[in-house]
Every structure is written in structure tokens, then in C-alpha cells.
């Protein structure tokens, strides 16, 4: 079988994300660069994740074009290749419609940190509503993670998050959702206070030095 590593990884990177709740029904998709071959795997449209096998997973080449797989590429297809030819740095890309990034997505310009784990995934700006699945919005998804954003949310729609391989786009998965769980329970009981800017900062130079605890 074609890039078969690959998509091992998505489909386990799939059931994962079905399995902490991140992901339901059909709805969302996963795609992961081959470490050689300028080609993507990506899970299929419509085709529910449960009992996927590796042949249905979709292999896209970096312009969306449907090479290999059983069924066509997830309609998402736009962005997440969009945001692969512009970040060389990422290899792999998550979008669901998980429950709280999509509420916190309707209502802010962009949501905060609050623990110090978080503070590696912020800042997570909020893309405008455009139609699923268009240019339109791979493009402001590519202009909102900017040159090393983990993670985005989209109005009305949900998130997408990547990193430089499927661990660290579904850490970034789990954490933007926690981030939206926490700040929406603390709006709620009217305590909200995110980290200040200076200790989120001090965070991430920790994270990139690989010192934190």
C-alpha cells in the first residue's frame, strides 16, 4: 500500500480524537505531510470514522489534487494544504467542531491562556465565518496562524490547530479545547482572569528552550 506510515497515523490520530469527544459523527479531519514525498493523507468525506481502515484514507498531493484512497479527500482539503505549502514547519493539521472552541469562537477576537501548558498554543485569534471547504477560508486561516500559530478558531465553525508532527497538532487540539472549556466556566461564574501577558511570555521562552516543567 501508498503511504502507508501516514496513514496509519491519521486514522490513529482520528479514532483518538472521536474517542476524547473532539470529534462526532463525520464531522472534522486530520491530515499528516509524508516526510519525503510533497503528498498528504487526509481523512475521506463523509465516511464515518469507526471502522475506517487505512486504504479509505485519502492521499491528496500539496495543491489538493486526489491521488490515491478509496473515497475522495475530506472537503477540507483546501485548508489544510494551504496552510502546508505556506508553513514548511508543519507536517501535520487538525480540524473539529469540537463543542466549546466553537461557542468561545462566536464571541471573542481571541481566546487566553489560563494554565501554564496552555500558554505554548496562544495567541488563538478567531477567523470570520466564510463557507467551509473555499479558498476563502484556507486563506484567513493561513493569515491568522501567521508564521508559527498552533491554532485558530473559526466563527461558527470550529478549529484547526498543526504542528511539526500529529503529536504535537493534537496537543495543540486538546489544549485549545481546554482553553475554551476553562475561559467559558469562568465567564460563566464571572471569575475569568487569563494569565498576564508577561508570565504567558515567560512560558513560552521556557517551551521553546525545552525547560518547562
Known amino acids: 500500500m501508498k503511504y502507508e506510515k501516514i496513514r496509519e497515523q491519521v486514522l490513529e490520530a482520528i479514532l483518538d480524537a ?13 491530515a499528516l505531510r509524508d516526510d519525503e514525498d510533497d503528498v498528504v493523507a487526509i481523512t475521506p468525506s463523509g465516511v464515518p470514522y469507526k471502522g475506517m481502515t487505512l486504504e479509505d ?7 489538493g489534487k486526489w491521488l490515491d484512497g478509496n473515497f475522495k479527500p475530506s472537503s477540507e482539503v483546501p485548508m489544510h494544504t494551504a496552510v ?6 508543519v507536517k501535520a493539521t487538525v480540524h473539529t467542531h469540537a463543542m466549546f472552541a466553537t461557542i468561545m469562537a462566536m464571541g471573542a477576537e481571541e481566546i487566553k491562556a489560563t494554565t501554564p501548558p496552555q500558554c505554548e498554543f496562544v495567541p488563538v485569534r478567531v477567523v470570520p465565518f466564510t463557507m467551509p471547504g473555499s479558498d476563502e477560508v484556507a486563506d ?16 461558527n465553525h470550529g478549529m484547526f490547530c498543526c504542528g511539526k508532527n500529529m503529536k504535537a497538532a ?24 487569563p494569565m498576564p501577558q508577561e508570565a504567558v511570555d515567560k512560558m513560552q521562552a521556557l517551551i521553546a528552550a525545552d525547560q518547562a516543567v
Open 18 to 30: 472521536v474517542d476524547q469527544g473532539l470529534i462526532k459523527g463525520t464531522s472534522g479531519n486530520i
Open 57 to 63: 484514507i485519502a492521499i491528496v498531493d500539496l495543491n
Open 84 to 89: 502546508m505549502r505556506a508553513r514548511p514547519d
Open 140 to 155: 484567513r486561516v493561513v493569515e491568522a496562524l501567521g508564521e508559527s500559530g498552533k491554532s485558530v478558531l473559526i466563527k
Open 170 to 193: 493534537m496537543s495543540a487540539t486538546v489544549y485549545t479545547e481546554e482553553m475554551a472549556v476553562t475561559e467559558y466556566y469562568a465567564r460563566v461564574l464571572g471569575n475569568f482572569e
